[in-house]
């Protein structure tokens, strides 16, 4: 079939959008934002009283960031 999409294909192209945003002036723009907002460079735990629910939900947003960055170094591997 003309449409069917080949999955190996289709990742090596999602791989190369995600180094394309995390190497552009406004992908890094955006990027150092959620760092900032979603605990890249700091720690999830407060002291005192520790919120299961409240630490999961910061891990959460922390791990959206992670995966991005991720994505993004994955994608400039396989430029090279």
Partial sequence: MENEVNPE????RLHAMYANFAQNAIGQIVLDDLKKRF????TTVK?????PHELAYAEGQ????????????IGKQAEN
């Fill in 9 to 12: 294909e289709e990742l090596k």
């Fill in 39 to 42: 605990h890249y460079n700091a």
């Fill in 47 to 51: 002291t005192g009283t520790i919120d």
């Fill in 62 to 73: 922390r791990s959206v960031v992670l995966f991005l960055i991720a994505m993004g170094e």
